[in-house]
């Protein structure tokens, strides 16, 4: 790892104007690429004490060797340079959205004599008008076939055109109506040029002005008694209206523009983008990418913008494009879509109304698009496989990690301390094995001394376990976690009481290949002085620190540092926030049961349905409070030896404050029917 003082350049030799810079790694590979209003400001930022940067950029800059700049005239040219070097370099450390499909457009070949209409994925070509993309390809070939009723271009190879051409007869769609049959000389080329114009036309959006002329001829044929021609227009309609169906109306006011969502996590993010044109949504496409540099959302709509115009000329970029946040020089950013419109672009957060609705089913989209690409990542075979020997070779296990176990401490400022255990086996999480703990062993905040006590909590039923199987000679002991639903408590002592009503061992007594912590060095530490103190040295022990995804060890002065794209890192990741989820659940639920207590529940035996059919025979525990014995064995379930438990529990209870109403001094009676805190 390079010191980036020793590249940093020296003071004043910073230009301070627009430009974009290069960092590249000590076999001069390039590694991150980026652009700045001010360059003097920008890179001063990148050599700040490691410990004040952000993880990611951190880690960028260690990996560096050097740094240089190329001054630009304008944050536009910035922006284009910046673009045309991350396509060039394909620097790591830089945001590369990836598709997760290759999505398919519904292509017209204008540069050929003969303009062909054709599903095409992949580059674009010069000459070519496209429309979409699509979700299905499938999706493509029934509008086409709709739309070739009207306007029949031609859709065959060039092999078959040019062997039409040589017998003189035409395919089967010119014998059915739907090709012109310029093979053959039915239409000129001039002619058949014309008919993909007004599919173009159509397909663009301009769909109203042709419906009303065909209509007018429909009508005018009608007049005329060409009751064949006009019943052949009707059915003309009929397709394109049927066509048109397939795109929803969105917009009324026929707008053009393109909606782009992000959703994200810590690791990665996904960018779903709707395409509307003529106020219909006429394509979608989306892209994840690892979160590989310190960018925020502003930063990822940014790259997004990058790569969906980067390449784009003219109608392609639509007037308007609506985003979640704008860029950090949004001004810079619509100036370099206008320059590839060739017109103003309008790139804004909406507000209100239609375009925003529409927003959150795009974000909806990227949302689902993002848990998508997580769940078949986690759920691939051969990707759990390689994650799992990944972690094996770096942490020098002798066989690859059939089963790890996770544990994080959660708490609120101290208050709350719990503890969550998961549990994944082959790659998967097996939440029926998911434990969760109270800290009883002291008050107060101190993650390291609540993680020994939990690793110690749970190996000792794990011993205890294999005292009762033979295979471990041991007095037994002392406490484990709590199953969920159920409290952490100490063991009976007696072997009969850890296992289960089946005769089946209790879940504590499998043990892990792997222990793995939410945390750095302390937390490490902890956890493998809980083990050794019970004599346990046959399980590995690992930690991952949040702050650089960084993966310590036990008495290990540096950590083990996996690869950004390593699948075993990525496991590692899932597991930790997994059982971090666990954990927060869990101390979240005991909050609100705490804040939410009542005088009522401080009586012993009295279940939830019993202390609803108080609240509702009497209306509230203020008039519970004041009722006599006899009136409280009204209610139906309650028997006297209840009631008097019931009252004597009210009596001893300190009811609360009133509350007053601050504007006008009146004291607010109870009377919610709910339960004092």
Same mark, same amino acid.
């Given at each position: 790892?390079?010191?980036?003082?020793?590249?940093?350049?020296k003071?004043?030799? &910073?230009?301070d *104007?627009?430009?974009v810079?290069?960092?590249?790694?000590?076999h001069?590979?390039?590694?991150?690429?980026?652009?700045?209003?001010s360059?003097?400001q920008?890179?001063?930022?990148?050599?700040q004490?490691?410990?004040?940067?952000?993880?990611?950029t951190?880690?960028?800059?260690?990996?560096?060797a050097?740094?240089?700049?190329?001054?630009?005239a304008?944050?536009?040219?910035?922006?284009?340079?910046e673009?045309?070097w991350?396509?060039?370099?394909?620097?790591?450390?830089n945001?590369?959205?990836?598709?997760?499909k290759?999505?398919?457009?519904?292509?017209?070949?204008?540069n $050929?004599q003969?303009?062909?209409?054709?599903?095409?994925?992949?580059?674009k070509?010069?000459?070519?008008r496209?429309?979409?993309?699509?979700?299905?390809?499938?999706?493509?070939?029934e509008?086409?076939?709709?739309?070739?009723?009207? +306007?029949?271009?031609?859709?065959?190879?060039?092999?078959v055109?040019?062997?039409?051409?040589q017998?003189?007869?035409?395919?089967?769609?010119?014998?059915?109506?739907?090709?012109?049959?310029?093979?053959?000389?039915?239409?000129t080329p001039?002619?058949?040029?014309?008919?993909?114009?007004?599919?173009?036309?159509?397909?663009?959006?301009?769909?109203?002005?042709?419906?009303?002329? &065909?209509?007018?001829?429909?009508?005018?044929?009608?007049?005329?008694m060409?009751?064949?021609?006009?019943?052949?227009?009707?059915?003309?309609?009929?397709?394109?209206?049927?066509?048109?169906?397939?795109?929803?109306?969105?917009?009324n006011?026929a707008?053009?523009?393109?909606?782009?969502?992000?959703a994200?996590?810590?690791?990665?993010?996904?960018?779903?983008? +709707?395409?509307?044109?003529?106020?219909?949504?006429?394509?979608?496409?989306?892209?994840?990418?690892?979160?590989v540099e310190a960018?925020d959302?502003?930063g990822?709509?940014?790259?997004a913008?990058?790569q969906?115009?980067?390449?784009?000329?003219?109608?392609?970029?639509?007037?308007?494009?609506?985003?979640?946040?704008?860029?950090e020089?949004?001004?810079a950013?619509?100036?370099?879509?206008?320059?590839?419109?060739?017109?103003?672009v309008?790139l804004?957060?909406p507000?209100r109304?239609?375009?925003?609705?529409?927003?959150?089913?795009?974000?909806r989209?990227?949302?689902?698009?993002?848990?998508?690409?997580?769940?078949?990542?986690?759920s691939?075979?051969?990707?759990?496989?390689?994650?799992?020997?990944?972690?094996a070779?770096?942490?020098?296990?002798?066989?690859?990690?059939?089963?790890? $176990?996770c +544990?994080?401490i959660?708490?609120?400022?101290?208050d709350?301390?719990v503890?969550?255990m998961v549990?994944?086996?082959?790659?998967?999480?097996?939440?029926?094995e998911?434990?969760? @703990?109270?800290i009883k062993? +002291?008050?107060?905040?101190?993650d390291?001394?609540?993680?020994?006590?939990?690793?110690?909590r749970? @190996?000792?039923?794990?011993?205890?376990?294999?005292?009762?199987?033979?295979?471990?000679?041991?007095?037994?002991?002392?406490?484990?976690?709590?199953?969920?639903?159920?409290?952490?408590g100490?063991?009976?002592?007696?072997?009969s009481?850890?296992q289960?009503e089946?005769?089946?061992?209790?879940? @504590?007594?499998?043990?892990?290949?792997?222990?793995?912590v939410d945390?750095?060095?302390?937390q490490?530490?902890a956890?493998?002085?809980?083990l050794?103190?019970?004599?346990?040295d046959?399980?590995?022990?690992?930690?991952?620190?949040?702050?650089?995804? $960084?993966?310590?060890?036990?008495?290990?002065d540096?950590?083990?540092?996996?690869?950004? *794209?390593?699948?075993?890192?990525?496991?590692?990741?899932r597991v930790?926030?997994?059982a971090?989820?666990f954990? &927060?659940t869990?101390?979240?639920?005991k909050?609100?049961?705490? @804040?939410?207590?009542?005088?009522?529940?401080?009586?012993?035996?009295?279940?939830d349905?019993?202390k609803?059919?108080?609240?509702?025979?009497?209306?509230?525990?203020?008039?519970?409070?004041s009722?006599?014995?006899?009136?409280i064995?009204?209610?139906?379930? &309650?028997?006297?030896?209840?009631?008097?438990?019931?009252?004597?529990?009210?009596?001893?209870?300190?009811?609360?404050?009133?509350?007053v109403?601050?504007?006008?001094?009146?004291?607010i009676?109870e009377?919610?029917?709910?339960?004092?805190?």
């Amino acid at each position: 790892m390079a010191d980036p003082s020793s590249y940093r350049p020296k003071p004043g030799q &910073i230009p301070d *104007s627009p430009g974009v810079y290069k960092f590249r790694d000590e076999h001069r590979r390039v590694i991150y690429v980026g652009k700045a209003k001010s360059l003097r400001q920008r890179l001063a930022n990148y050599f700040q004490p490691l410990t004040s940067l952000h993880p990611r950029t951190a880690t960028m800059v260690t990996t560096a060797a050097s740094v240089e700049w190329t001054v630009v005239a304008t944050e536009v040219e910035a922006l284009q340079l910046e673009y045309s070097w991350i396509k060039e370099f394909d620097p790591r450390f830089n945001v590369k959205y990836r598709d997760d499909k290759s999505y398919p457009y519904l292509a017209v070949t204008m540069n $050929e004599q003969f303009p062909r209409v054709q599903v095409m994925r992949g580059a674009k070509k010069k000459g070519v008008r496209y429309f979409g993309p699509y979700g299905h390809a499938w999706a493509i070939r029934e509008t086409v076939d709709l739309m070739l009723r009207v +306007f029949p271009v031609r859709t065959c190879s060039a092999g078959v055109f040019k062997r039409s051409a040589q017998i003189g007869r035409p395919c089967l769609l010119g014998y059915i109506g739907k090709c012109a049959a310029p093979c053959v000389g039915r239409v000129t080329p001039e002619e058949h040029r014309e008919l993909a114009e007004d599919f173009c036309d159509f397909m663009a959006g301009r769909t109203g002005a042709y419906l009303r002329r &065909i209509e007018q001829q429909m009508m005018a044929a009608a007049e005329d008694m060409e009751y064949e021609r006009a019943a052949r227009l009707r059915d003309d309609i009929e397709a394109l209206k049927k066509a048109l169906e397939k795109n929803a109306i969105v917009f009324n006011d026929a707008t053009d523009a393109d909606l782009i969502a992000v959703a994200e996590d810590e690791l990665e993010a996904a960018v779903q983008i +709707f395409h509307v044109r003529g106020g219909r949504v006429r394509g979608q496409r989306g892209w994840v990418t690892d979160k590989v540099e310190a960018v925020d959302t502003a930063g990822l709509v940014e790259h997004a913008l990058q790569q969906l115009y980067g390449e784009e000329t003219g109608d392609s970029v639509p007037k308007e494009v609506l985003v979640p946040a704008l860029p950090e020089d949004a001004e810079a950013v619509s100036g370099w879509l206008a320059s590839r419109r060739g017109s103003g672009v309008s790139l804004r957060i909406p507000q209100r109304g239609d375009k925003k609705d529409l927003m959150v089913t795009v974000a909806r989209n990227a949302q689902q698009a993002l848990a998508l690409h997580k769940t078949k990542r986690a759920s691939d075979l051969t990707t759990r496989s390689r994650a799992l020997e990944e972690i094996a070779a770096a942490l020098d296990l002798d066989s690859a990690p059939l089963r790890i $176990e996770c +544990f994080d401490i959660s708490h609120l400022q101290g208050d709350d301390v719990v503890a969550s255990m998961v549990v994944f086996e082959d790659g998967l999480a097996r939440k029926s094995e998911y434990r969760r @703990f109270q800290i009883k062993s +002291f008050a107060g905040q101190d993650d390291v001394r609540s993680m020994h006590e939990v690793i110690s909590r749970r @190996f000792k039923r794990y011993l205890a376990e294999k005292a009762r199987t033979g295979e471990w000679v041991e007095e037994e002991s002392q406490e484990g976690g709590e199953a969920p639903g159920q409290g952490a408590g100490g063991l009976s002592g007696e072997v009969s009481a850890l296992q289960e009503e089946d005769g089946r061992p209790k879940r @504590f007594a499998y043990p892990p290949q792997l222990l793995v912590v939410d945390g750095g060095q302390p937390q490490v530490a902890a956890a493998k002085r809980a083990l050794d103190e019970l004599g346990i040295d046959d399980i590995a022990v690992c930690g991952l620190a949040k702050r650089l995804e $960084e993966v310590w060890v036990p008495e290990d002065d540096d950590p083990v540092v996996l690869p950004r *794209s390593s699948e075993g890192l990525y496991l590692l990741q899932r597991v930790r926030d997994e059982a971090h989820r666990f954990a &927060i659940t869990y101390q979240r639920a005991k909050r609100t049961k705490r @804040f939410k207590a009542g005088p009522l529940d401080a009586v012993p035996g009295l279940g939830d349905t019993r202390k609803q059919a108080l609240i509702k025979h009497f209306g509230s525990v203020k008039k519970l409070r004041s009722a006599t014995i006899d009136e409280i064995c009204e209610v139906p379930g &309650i028997g006297r030896k209840t009631a008097e438990t019931v009252a004597a529990a009210l009596a001893e209870a300190v009811p609360a404050a009133p509350a007053v109403n601050t504007a006008t001094g009146e004291i607010i009676e109870e009377d919610d029917g709910g339960s004092t805190t």
